[in-house]
């Protein structure tokens, strides 16, 4: 043992200054003065700056660890737009709960969302509304700041309650924008069950409906919630929506169906699903919305990302995971705005 004695402390002789090399070049002495250079680490210890090298480089691997302290939030953004780039989303925000409520959280991700696209106002753009609590926060942060630029605002979908139609949306922001700008309605009902169809193709023989329905198609930048289609929650959106009476909803769960986005269904691969629910309203079609996504991907991506043509996605609530995984699996999304339980579960479901 006597023998080895020597040998285990110039082992240990030789690790304190490994240790201590680490300490002074990456500044972590509390107290003292950190991030010296290779060649005042050197002169430190008193060794060749190119045995520093070696020694930065081994304690890198071995006893270095980065923590980063910032909010959860931010730290969820960089780690699941990685994970979800390959499916076109070119830009993610993750927002913090809002106060630990469905409606706190509901605020805040639409009040993010409305800074997204306040970001990407220029003057003459074609904005594409959806109806619902999430784009009315989304519309009310966009207008609270003077000086919106000359821009045209289109409902992606007709129907629903006044408060929360997207024909209600699209004059509260056009009439924020400035000068010229202008709001085109889809006036056009509920259509009934079975007839959805029939009813669409005479509502658009009108000029008027055909016009604008035609506009919507081709919008730069779209603002899009989406629903779930199983849980206590989805059958309060899909009544809210649709006027889907709990039977009708607990009916469409069992399908393949996972989500809803502009009153049309989805599965879970993001791939149309169409059913007579489907079919209730007048909506643009989802084959619009993912060409309006994929022009933002045109030329090599940019660092920071600047939106200029895309869509923004919005929603808040780990019920709606599994429904913004499939409008991401869909194509439907340039840019994701969710809270911190559906970034969560984004990153569990959508693993490589």
Do not use: H
Not at 154 to 178: D, E, F, I, K, R
Not at 239 to 265: H, N
Not at 293 to 311: H, I, T
Request: hydrophobic share 50%.
């Amino acid at each position: 043992m006597s023998e080895q004695a020597p040998s285990l402390v110039e082992d240990l002789d030789r690790l304190r200054l490994k240790v201590r090399c680490a300490q002074l070049y990456y500044g972590l002495v509390p107290g003292a003065k950190g991030g010296l250079r290779q060649s005042d680490v050197a002169r430190r210890l008193g060794v060749p700056r190119a045995q520093v090298v070696a020694w930065l480089k081994e304690a890198w691997g071995r006893f270095v660890e980065v923590r980063l302290r910032a909010p959860r939030a931010l730290v969820l953004e960089l780690p699941l737009l990685e994970r979800l780039s390959p499916y076109g989303v070119r830009e993610v925000r993750v927002v913090a709960d809002g106060g630990l409520s469905p409606e706190g959280a509901l605020d805040a991700v639409g009040a993010e969302a409305g800074r997204c696209l306040r970001a990407a106002l220029a003057p003459g753009v074609r904005v594409g509304l959806c109806g619902g609590r999430t784009a009315l926060a989304a519309v009310r942060e966009v207008i609270r700041d003077e000086g919106l630029p000359r821009l045209f605002a289109y409902p992606l979908s007709a129907g629903g309650s006044l408060a929360l139609s997207a024909n209600a949306l699209v004059a509260m922001l056009a009439s924020a924008g400035a000068r010229g700008s202008g709001a085109f309605g889809l006036w056009v009902p509920p259509l009934k069950t079975g007839r959805g169809r029939e009813e669409i193709r005479r509502f658009l023989r009108r000029p008027e409906v055909l016009a604008v329905y035609r506009a919507a198609q081709r919008v730069d930048l779209a603002l899009l919630g989406v629903g779930a289609t199983s849980g206590v929650e989805a059958e309060r959106g899909l009544q809210d929506y649709l006027g889907v009476p709990p039977r009708a909803s607990r009916a469409i769960a069992r399908t393949e169906a996972r989500a809803f986005i502009l009153q049309q269904f989805i599965d879970a691969g993001g791939r149309d699903f169409p059913c007579a629910l489907g079919e209730r309203n007048l909506a643009v079609r989802l084959a619009a919305i993912r060409r309006t996504a994929r022009g933002s991907a045109a030329g090599p991506a940019k660092e920071p990302f600047v939106l200029r043509r895309g869509v923004i996605v919005a929603a808040a609530g780990l019920a709606k995971a599994p429904a913004v995984a499939a409008a991401v699996r869909g194509g439907l999304a340039t840019v994701l705005v969710a809270d911190i339980p559906i970034a969560e579960a984004l990153l569990e479901e959508l693993k490589p």
